[in-house]
């Protein structure tokens, strides 16, 4: 029985060692994909080309339309190392106004929901319960009009 037993958990010490290494490399194509268009003309969001959509196809994509608060923190997410999974910034309606969403990095942390303005309304998912702060319990339910702002292209 001994002999069996060491062999048995060495391997499954090495399994869950590297079960749980944190650094992931992802091999992805360097040349962005080109822009592509959804079904209501306007122009979906890629890792090269992530800013609000315009509602023609010929205008190109302008990053001024960002508020300056925004553009403030991605800077300084893109100071940082990149997470895994890849931080993302969508713009949703929630109660009649217009949120912005930044995913959570990673694990327990906690993603945030700002105004427009870029003041924290609440933290709606995350954290030890997965439920936020319990401030915006509601907003899964309530957002409405979707669009991806930004995502980390790295």
Not at 40 to 69: E, K
Not at 125 to 133: A, F, H, M, P, V
């Amino acid at each position: 029985m001994r002999r069996f037993f060491i062999p048995v958990t060495i391997t499954l010490l090495a399994l869950s060692l590297g079960a749980c290494q944190q650094d992931v490399v992802v091999n992805t194509p360097t040349t962005p994909p080109s822009e592509t268009f959804v079904s209501d003309n306007t122009v979906a969001p890629t890792s090269a080309n992530t800013v609000d959509g315009v509602p023609t196809r010929d205008m190109r994509l302008d990053s001024t339309a960002r508020p300056a608060w925004l553009e403030s923190r991605i800077q300084s997410i893109l100071a940082t190392r990149k997470r895994n999974p890849i931080i993302r910034i969508t713009r949703y309606r929630y109660d009649g106004e217009s949120v912005y969403y930044e995913s959570a990095p990673c694990c327990d942390q906690q993603s945030t929901l700002y105004d427009l303005q870029g003041h924290v309304l609440c933290h709606p998912e995350g954290g030890i319960t997965g439920k936020g702060d319990g401030r915006c319990g509601s907003f899964d339910k309530r957002k409405t009009n979707e669009q991806l702002v930004w995502q980390d292209p790295r």
